[in-house]
């Protein structure tokens, strides 16, 4: 059974920093297509910080600057350093990792369950 479990969300002020953590059982991690999103209360999910199927990094414009998106292939593990925090980045945060990949594109098929972070003013 594949699981993917986000830890590391919490409560922080403006300008603060937050280290997710995404580890994986079931699933071994690669650097294609390894994923976090967010959603926040009333907005659609987003594409936050992302590997793309050649590998490479890709982040939102709102996030640029600010996260960095890592993994641990010994550890199996997901990161997503968010630093100078803005309460516009609140949501709950979700790591995701492909059922399959393509030039073309990831398709998402495992998900963790999330992580709360809230950014205070």
């Known amino acids: 059974q594949i699981q993917l479990v986000e830890s590391g969300g919490g409560s922080v002020q403006s300008g603060g920093s937050l280290r997710l953590s995404c580890a994986a059982s079931g699933y071994r991690f690669s650097r294609y297509c390894m994923a976090w999103f967010r959603q926040a209360p009333g907005k659609e999910r987003e594409d936050v910080a992302s590997?793309?199927?050649?590998?490479?990094?890709t982040y939102a414009d709102s996030v640029k600057g600010r996260f960095t998106i890592s993994h641990d292939e010994d550890a199996n593990t997901l990161y997503l350093q968010m630093n100078s925090l803005k309460p516009e980045d609140t949501a709950i945060y979700y790591c995701a990792a492909p059922r399959s990949y393509s030039d073309s594109g990831c398709q998402f098929g495992y998900w963790g369950h999330g992580t709360h972070v809230t950014v205070s003013s």
């Open positions: 590997f793309t199927p050649y590998g490479r990094t």
